[in-house]
């Protein structure tokens, strides 16, 4: 049984900074692509950043210059470093797991983990 386990959220003010993890357990072998979305109240999820094991990431436009995704594949894990934060980034942040192969079985898989809250506060 595959489990993201997320860490890092919380509340802080604005222009704070904060910074989320993400752990792949239960026998995962590699992953393709490693990303944080998020969703606010009313609104649609969206792709906050992501990387791939080649290391090429990509990031939501409003996120760029004060947001960074890092990973480390010896512990399939993902980091999001998020900087200057303000209101708009209030939401919950969801860790993907895209494409990822499993010790124990043939194909690939995606996985979401629970959500982890932020909340910037004036």
């Known amino acids: 049984q595959v489990e993201l386990r997320e860490s890092g959220g919380g509340l802080v003010q604005t222009g704070g900074s904060l910074r989320l993890a993400c752990a792949a357990w239960?026998?995962?072998?590699?992953?393709?692509?490693m990303g944080w979305y998020r969703q606010a109240p009313g609104k649609q999820r969206e792709l906050v950043a992501s990387m791939t094991r080649a290391g090429s990431s990509r990031y939501l436009d409003s996120v760029q210059g004060r947001f960074t995704i890092s990973r480390d594949d010896s512990r399939n894990s993902v980091y999001l470093e998020m900087n200057n934060l303000n209101s708009e980034d209030t939401a919950i942040y969801y860790c993907?797991?895209?494409?990822?192969?499993?010790?124990?079985?043939?194909?690939?898989?995606?996985?979401w983990g629970q959500g982890t809250q932020i909340t910037v506060s004036s």
């Open positions: 239960g026998g995962v072998f590699t992953i393709d692509t």
């Open positions: 993907r797991a895209e494409g990822a192969v499993l010790r124990s079985t043939i194909g690939k898989y995606d996985y």
